[in-house]
């Protein structure tokens, strides 16, 4: 059915893919019969804003760039009240992988049209809200080189902050609480995930699910650099879970600390300290998802 929406578009997203994709984005849209408002973000503040004011007008709120303006939004939206779409527009996607919704934007619009709401489940690090992951030591360090860098990549880019961190790592001790259980891992990283993927289509906990209520914590030990590198590349097929170095188990709640300092990066964005407590709230947010199969 055609909807009343607000396009809440990141130009910059994907190194410009959300700006050149707007055009046939918006065509489909307006020719789909939706009546439609597009509005560009300067900042995530500024998403704030344009939800509160799409909510206020009765409209779905659309997310079109990368999986931060998407966590950003779906944030403002639950606590608003109102209804979500998501349309691709940045580098990795994770979230329309991990849901169905189609990876090319012209093709996502039709969910905006047939699909069906769904509750799903949303993160917190402390108190900002996210879609996908939430991760320190490693995974972290990666997206502060993947924050930094200028080079051309594209998706990319990962893998070029995966392997110019391996370089440089030194095993960090984490000494964190989950569901008030204490567990310290010495190693690579501790990570704790709604949807399950990052970093571009890696299925960081591949049995994860933005339905069941839970986070999935997967926390990775101490390897040689050559037995972690190795590994890596699983990662695209989840099956990085096997290592004898990786552990997986579900939680409501993980309280994060670590030996040395190291920002939280949730959904490719930093947006906590440590230390950070990382909660779910169960079925948050309503948002169009493709129709399931029956």
């Known amino acids: 059915m055609a909807r ?20 046939a984005v918006e065509a489909a849209l307006r020719s789909a019969g939706h009546d439609l408002v597009v509005s560009a973000t300067r900042s995530l503040d500024h998403a704030d804003e344009l939800v509160a004011a799409a909510i206020a007008d ?27 779409g998501v349309l691709p527009g940045g580098r990795g996607n994770d979230f329309c992988r991990a849901v169905g919704i189609p990876r090319q934007a012209v093709a996502a619009c039709d969910v905006l049209l047939t699909g069906e709401e769904r509750r799903v489940d949303l993160g917190y690090a402390a108190d900002v809200a996210f879609v996908g992951v939430a991760s320190i030591g490693f995974d972290s360090d ?16 990962y893998l070029y902050g995966s392997l ?14 989950v569901d008030g259980e204490p567990l310290v891992v010495t190693g690579w990283s501790v990570a704790v995930a709604n949807s ?43 099956t990085h879970v096997e290592e004898p170095s990786v552990s997986v188990r ?13 920002r939280v990066f949730a959904d490719g964005d930093p947006v906590a300290s440590l230390p950070c407590t990382v909660t779910v709230r169960p079925g948050a947010l309503r948002v169009l998802l493709p129709v399931r199969p029956r």
């Open 142 to 157: 990666v997206q502060e080189r993947v924050l930094n860098s200028r080079l051309p990549l594209g998706q990319l880019v």
């Open 58 to 84: 009765d409209r779905v709120v659309v997310a079109m760039g990368g999986d931060g303006l998407v966590g950003r939004v779906a944030g403002a939206v639950s606590s608003g009240g109102g209804l979500m």
């Open 164 to 177: 110019a961190t391996v370089a440089r790592w030194k095993p960090a001790t984490f000494t964190c609480h």
């Open 250 to 262: 579900t939680a409501r709640s993980v309280e994060l600390r670590a030996d040395r300092p190291f």
């Open 196 to 238: 399950g993927m990052y970093g571009g289509g890696m299925k960081l906990a591949p049995d994860a699910s933005v339905e069941d209520g839970l986070l999935d914590v997967v926390t990775t030990s101490t390897t040689t650099r050559r037995t972690f590198l190795r590994a890596l590349p699983k990662v695209f097929k989840g």
């Open 4 to 23: 009343r929406l607000q396009l809440v578009v990141n130009p910059a997203a994907g190194g410009g893919r959300a700006s050149k994709l707007l055009p």
